[in-house]
């Protein structure tokens, strides 16, 4: 990725920041310029919790260019609590056993390798929401 492309994109990497329709408040990850389903334009930036849920994960084995030292690696699809279904990579999932389902979270991470210019991506992954398993006494 180009780093003007990045700089224009960290509000949506860092941030997880969509949009929101002011006419019939619908909200979008990635934002968009126009809501597909009133027509409304101009659409206020939201950001949302981070939070949902899995909707469907699956592992990679044959990375695509920019991820092979990451490779094997999850990949999931989490429908925001919010609405809007994202596809992102999963991080803190060894021996985690994936339901669908069950909840995750938003972190930052690094997203690839560093390309031929040496920029280190960072962005969004999700992580699973474990509950404390802490022993009582
Ligand atoms: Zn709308």
Not at 34 to 55: E, I, K
Not at 64 to 70: D, E, F, I, N, V
Not at 110 to 136: C, M, N, S, W
Request: charged share 25%; glycine share 10%.
């Amino acid at each position: 990725m180009e780093l003007p492309r990045f700089h224009r994109l960290r509000g949506p990497f860092y941030r997880l920041e969509g949009n929101a329709c002011a006419a019939c408040s619908l909200r979008f990850f990635p934002p968009r310029p126009v809501c597909p389903a009133c027509r409304g334009n101009g659409l206020p930036s939201f950001a949302f919790s981070g939070r949902g849920t899995l909707y469907s994960w699956s592992r990679v084995l044959q990375p695509a260019r920019g991820y092979a030292s990451m490779a094997p690696y999850l990949v999931g699809m989490v429908r925001l609590e919010e609405g809007p279904l994202v596809s992102a990579q999963l991080a803190d999932a060894d021996g985690v056993d994936l339901t669908i389902g069950m909840p995750v979270e938003m972190v930052t991470r690094r997203l690839r390798d560093a390309d031929e210019h040496g920029y280190i991506v960072y962005g969004y992954k999700f992580r699973p929401l474990l509950r404390e398993t802490r022993k009582q006494p």
